[in-house]
T-cell receptor
Framework: ELKVEQNPLFLSMQEGKNYTIYCNYSTTSDRLYWYRQDPGKSLESLFVLLSNGAVKQEGRLMASLDTKARLSTLHITAAVHDLSATYFCAVVPETSGSRLTFGEGTQLTVNP | EAQVTQNPRYLITVTGKKLTVTCSQNMNHEYMSWYRQDPGLGLRQIYYSMNVEVTDKGDVPEGYKVSRKEKRNFPLILESPSPNQTSLYFC???????????FGPGTRLTVT
């Protein structure tokens, strides 16, 4: 059974600081997604990572993928309050076709 | 406007009373999927569909049915709802050639 684990699950940080959210998964994967969810809202797609060494950046967020280590990271640079949200990674195993398994989510709070 | 719509957005019902949550997309996407979101468990995939008349089970299909008679619609059917199906449900869709997935606004279901 595929396991997708994020850490930390809760993160409180100050504006201007940097931090990294980790996503580990237990089987080989075709692709890895990162999503953002604001309280009471739906999910917004942030990144899709398709190959080993893939790196994508959008504003203060940068995601990377190491398929050998089965690890993805979401790095936050110089956090601002608007980044407060819950962040999910999700994985499609190589053998599963299109079954998508999510991590538990990381609830990020950026304090002024 | 390209979107995924769900109806109803909120529903309170009683155990055993059949219900249907509709999902519709206007982007001509082949792939559609249903998820449930529960605190501490992240999102779990219920069913997905690769195209018309093609559906497959996700991680938590028990107690749910789906159908895909038209490309734009993917209803979720609870034949005999139980309190453990109280959850927040999301429908999503994507084009098969693209990995970006679009989520609907969510349906909050309470079964008493």
């Amino acid at each position: 059974e595929l396991k997708v684990e994020q850490n930390p699950l809760f993160l409180s940080m100050q504006e201007g600081k940097n931090y990294t959210i980790y996503c580990n998964y237990s089987t080989t994967s075709d692709r890895l997604y990162w999503y953002r969810q604001d309280p009471g809202k739906s999910l917004e797609s942030l990144f899709v990572l398709l190959s080993n060494g893939a790196v994508k950046q959008e504003g203060r967020l940068m995601a990377s993928l190491d398929t050998k280590a089965r690890l993805s990271t979401l790095h936050i640079t110089a956090a601002v309050h608007d980044l407060s949200a819950t962040y999910f990674c999700a994985v499609v195993p190589e053998t599963s076709g299109s079954r998508l398994t999510f991590g538990e989510g990381t609830q990020l709070t950026v304090n002024p | 406007e390209a979107q995924v719509t769900q109806n109803p957005r909120y529903l309170i019902t009683v155990t055993g009373k059949k219900l249907t949550v509709t999902c519709s997309q206007n982007m001509n996407h082949e792939y559609m999927s249903w998820y449930r979101q529960d605190p501490g468990l992240g999102l779990r995939q219920i069913y997905y569909s690769m195209n018309v008349e093609v559906t497959d089970k996700g991680d938590v299909p028990e107690g749910y049915k789906v159908s895909r008679k038209e490309k734009r619609n993917f209803p979720l059917i609870l034949e005999s709802p139980s309190p453990n199906q109280t959850s927040l449900y999301f429908c999503a869709s994507r084009r098969f050639s693209s990995y970006e997935q679009y989520f609907g606004p969510g349906t909050r279901l309470t079964v008493t």
